[in-house]
């Protein structure tokens, strides 16, 4: 019982927790915008005879009305277990190992601000190391997403999902999509960071020495931060999107569409047109917005209260 005290007092401890708590009001805010955002970055039917019994309306709009009038309003958070379990866990070790660069990359004093050189470098880093852990997480979702796990009868969760893939494609299939992650989200974060304290500083001139900007400060700073790591790598995350929703084809199957990063952005190009590398970015936009100003506001605000209860708890043993 003596440990969660501790962990609490130390900072990395605060962190961590509020890193999770952050990263859980992320995902439920924003995963039905994300479902949507995956369909409309997948490619059309292969076939005339698929396309006319799957066809797909080309709008946001279109395609939620769609879904609540197909499906319901519980079809947007189809495949949110994954992410909510692990997405906390891994944002709890972003803002922490995030933390832990500013001030490597940084040689200011402790009770300074880190530079936003600093700030940069380390969003780069903290983007690179959380690709280990986000890339399952999202082939399992994108999988879920889109209703690719065969033709069994009955609800299929992550867990039977990852299991699904493993059996048939090993561990090596559980990492599909990894290097295109990393590519996707080192230099995102550093945008993703940056953006975030150079907008907070911007919107309460101060506030990154006294931590007193208000709640609709870290929201619109959040929220911008969002926006701007997701336009700068959207037609990544495209092509990252499809490569992950394909299964790797059983002896006698054809090979898969796209054999990798390089030729995923030469068919869909040429097929498609360069437009679909941004094809569904609005929703991904909005999103990004609506899901990181709660990811920062419920960071700053845990954190601040872990931040009084560990003091309290100090002076308790004092």
Request: with cysteine.
């Amino acid at each position: 019982m003596e440990f969660w005290p501790e962990f609490i007092a130390s900072s990395w401890g605060r962190e961590f927790v509020a890193g999770g708590i952050g990263g859980m009001a992320g995902v439920v805010s924003g995963h039905p915008l994300d479902t949507l955002r995956i369909s409309l970055q997948q490619p059309p039917a292969p076939s005339p005879a698929a396309a006319a019994t799957a066809r797909r309306p080309v709008s946001a709009v279109g395609l939620l009305r769609s879904i609540l009038a197909t499906e319901g309003p519980a079809a947007l958070y189809r495949g949110m277990g994954a992410p909510l379990a692990s997405v906390a866990f891994q944002n709890a070790m972003v803002f922490q190992v995030y933390a832990i660069f500013s001030r490597a990359f940084d040689s200011k004093s402790m009770n300074e601000p880190p530079s936003y050189r600093s700030v940069a470098l380390s969003g780069v880093g903290t983007g690179a190391l959380q690709s280990l852990i986000l890339s399952p997480v999202e082939l399992v979702k994108i999988k879920l997403q889109l209703h690719m796990t065969g033709n069994r009868g009955g609800r299929i969760g992550p867990i039977s999902v990852a299991k699904e893939i493993v059996k048939k494609e090993g561990m090596k299939g559980i990492y599909r999509g990894l290097w295109i992650t990393v590519l996707r989200d080192a230099p995102s974060h550093g945008v993703y960071f940056w953006t975030y304290e150079y907008a907070r500083e911007q919107l309460h001139p101060g506030c990154r020495k006294t931590c007193q900007e208000s709640l609709g400060t870290m929201l619109v700073a959040g929220g911008l931060a969002g926006v701007a790591s997701w336009i700068c790598c959207y037609p990544l995350d495209v092509v990252k999107s499809r490569l992950q929703a394909q299964s790797k084809p059983q002896t006698g199957q054809p090979p898969p569409k796209y054999l990798g990063i390089v030729d995923c952005i030469r068919t869909s190009v040429r097929e498609e047109g360069v437009a679909v590398l941004f094809r569904g970015m609005g929703t991904a936009v909005a999103r990004a917005f609506v899901v990181n100003g709660a990811i920062f506001s419920a960071y700053e605000l845990a954190l601040r209260s872990l931040v009084g209860n560990s003091r309290g708890l100090a002076m308790e043993e004092t």
